[in-house]
């Protein structure tokens, strides 16, 4: 299955900054997914990054506060824009792993973007 | 609606079976998977159902239900290094995209 960088692992980060988040994978994908993931809480779904076109954000995200590029198959940023402490959380990237069972619900995911905001 | 629902917290002994369990909406249904996360780490895939049956995988298995919306994930031979988060997740089309469950904390004791 696809190995997933990500960076930063972790960043403590002002009140106001924004923050661009990396994630590369070591195969040419057509979807990568961003997650977030609140303090003791579950995995919602950002938006999709989709090569060559807009990403498609979920309900509760925009682009304002979340743009995300999205340059090549392999490759994707996610930024945080004018972080409040409401948007400590981690962020991770995720890719559609190994097909079982002819499925496409395997993902495979990033160690995560811990962030900090104070 | 697409949410999940699955218990906050389970505790049991190493050694032991364990059943977690999880109901769907069933709008848009497309398949129950289940996700291991240890702290700090990241989710890592266990098991999928499409199809309505068991699915082994070593001493993990997955059950689906779909006339039910149900689902669970049952851990057998439990080890202390099977304390973690896990979540059942749906797919909502063949595309990738994932609704968690709100996470279920395993805690195995000796």
């Known amino acids: 299955s696809a190995v997933?960088?990500?960076k930063p692992s972790r960043d403590i980060c002002q009140r106001g900054t924004s923050l661009t988040i990396q994630c590369q994978v070591d195969s040419q994908v057509t979807m990568m997914f961003w997650y977030r993931q609140q303090p003791g809480q579950s995995l919602t779904l950002i938006a999709t990054a989709n090569q060559g076109s807009e990403a498609t954000y979920e309900s509760g995200f925009v682009i304002d506060k979340f743009p995300i590029s999205r340059p090549n198959l392999t490759f994707s940023t996610l930024t945080v824009s004018n972080m409040s402490?409401?948007?400590s959380s981690i962020y991770l990237c995720s890719v559609i792993g190994d097909l079982v069972n002819s499925g496409a619900n395997v993902l495979t995911f990033g160690a995560g973007s811990r962030l900090t905001v104070l | 609606g697409q949410?999940?629902?699955?218990?906050?917290?389970?505790?049991?002994?190493?050694?032991?079976?364990?059943?977690?369990?999880c109901t769907y909406q069933t709008s848009g249904f497309y398949g129950l998977s289940w996700y291991q996360q240890h702290d700090g780490g990241a989710p890592t895939f266990l098991s999928y159902n499409a199809l309505?049956?068991?699915?082994?995988?070593?001493?993990f298995s997955s059950f689906l239900s779909r006339s039910d919306s149900y689902g669970y994930l049952l851990l057998q031979e439990l080890q202390m290094k099977d304390s973690a988060s896990y979540f059942c997740a749906r797919g909502s089309s063949n595309t990738g995209k994932l609704i968690f469950g709100q996470g279920t904390t395993l805690q195995v004791k000796p």
């Not at chain 2, 218990?7 to 049991?12: D, F, K, L, M, R």
């Not at chain 2, 309505?52 to 070593?58: A, R």
């Open chain 1, 4 to 6: 997933i960088s990500q």
């Open chain 1, 85 to 87: 402490p409401e948007d």
């Open chain 2, 3 to 21: 949410s999940l629902e699955q218990p906050s917290e389970v505790t049991a002994v190493e050694g032991a079976i364990v059943q977690i369990n």
């Open chain 2, 52 to 59: 309505d049956g068991l699915e082994e995988t070593g001493r």
